[in-house]
């Protein structure tokens, strides 16, 4: 005979859970249904947000440049002392050699007493003639020890200075590969930014950005700042002037951070870059470069060739054009070009 069951009854915990899940999911899809989409931020949403990456970035590759201008002079130091302490070393085996054999040659001469050694030979005066000779060289020796002495401590100390130049070397390397990798993420940031705009948003923008580039070229090489003794723009010294000049010739040339020329510039390469050709050496980094010459207060002092320091961690430098505008490396995905001097919150001048 066939059993008859009746069907098992769902308890009441469970019923009570289904019937949360389903509210939960009618309720998700009527948010999500009701929500409104989100929106794609414009054009200048995008290149304000892209300009503030840009500036973050260019911090960091100053830093970036300063690191790297350490880990150089270290690199220098770390080679001059290895070098003395190999040198050292040298000098230390020699002397070292030396006393050895003075110390063989007296080993050699002194096999029995001095005392009975004169009672016993057949010529004195001869013997007394080798004992003096002794004499002379357990002063000799002696010397030598001392020098030897001196000469490990010197070779101890140099060691020690070398190592921690080597320690100091590791942690700058360390340094420079986070510096490294901060302006890396933020270009990286900055162009998906830029990836996200249509080709049409794009052209307009760098369209935008070549007209007021064109236009402060103009406004530069249109009688700036005339002086009205000669109707020519005040200028800087001789070598101001010729690093200003080399800075012209790489008008066009990209911007690539931590780069120093000749093809490519960031902001301070390019400034330490043309004083190189006019035959002057000046701090690789705008910071350092900020305190190199004497400070210029106020824009209407300034002259042509001047080197113009920008923002208050002093992150950013470029030449003084005349007429209101610089001549700089300005950021990634720019050139060398003019621009308003007014388009960066300006802190002085400096004269070299």
């Known amino acids: 005979m066939a059993s008859h069951r009746r069907p098992k009854q769902p308890n009441r915990a469970r019923v009570t859970v289904l019937t949360a899940t389903a509210a939960a999911a009618v309720a998700l899809t009527s948010q999500a249904a009701n929500a409104a989409p989100s929106e794609k931020p414009s054009k200048d949403e995008v290149k304000s947000k892209v300009d503030k990456l840009y500036e973050e970035a260019e911090k960091a590759t100053e830093k970036y440049n300063g690191a790297k201008e350490k880990q150089q002079k270290l690199e220098k130091q770390v080679d001059t002392l290895q070098d003395k302490v190999a040198r050292g070393q040298d000098d230390l085996n020699e002397l070292r050699s030396g006393v050895g054999s003075l110390a063989s040659a007296q080993y050699r001469s002194g096999g029995i007493d001095p005392s009975l050694q004169l009672f016993l030979s057949s010529d004195p005066d001869n013997y007394l003639d080798k004992a003096s000779a002794l004499d002379q060289l357990s002063t ?136 190189a050709q006019a035959g002057m050496t000046i701090p690789r980094t705008s910071q350092a470069q900020a305190n190199y010459g004497t400070r210029i207060a106020s824009q209407s002092d300034l002259k042509v060739g001047d080197l113009v320091i920008f923002y208050g961690d002093l992150h950013h430098v470029g030449f003084y054009a005349g007429n209101g505008q610089v001549l700089h490396a300005p950021r990634s995905g720019t050139v060398v070009r003019y621009e308003s001097i007014n388009n960066m919150p300006f802190q002085f001048g400096v004269r070299i």
Request: with cysteine; glycine share 8%.
């Open 140 to 275: 000799k020796q002696a010397e030598a020890l001392k020098k030897i002495q001196a000469k490990q401590r010197t070779l101890a100390q140099q060691r020690k200075e070398a190592a921690d130049k080597l320690e100091d070397l590791a942690t700058t390397r360390t340094e420079l590969g986070k510096k490294k990798r901060e302006v890396q993420g933020k270009l990286g940031e900055a162009q998906r930014l830029l990836n996200s705009l249509s080709a049409k948003e794009r052209a307009a923008l760098k369209a935008k950005e070549d007209r007021a580039s064109r236009a402060s070229e103009r406004k530069a090489l249109d009688k700036p700042d005339t002086d009205t003794s000669t109707g020519q723009a005040p200028k800087g010294s001789g070598r101001a002037s010729s690093a200003y000049a080399a800075a012209q010739s790489k008008i066009g040339s990209p911007y690539v951070y931590g780069a120093s020329g000749p093809s490519s510039f960031d902001c301070s390469g390019l400034t330490s870059w043309a004083y």
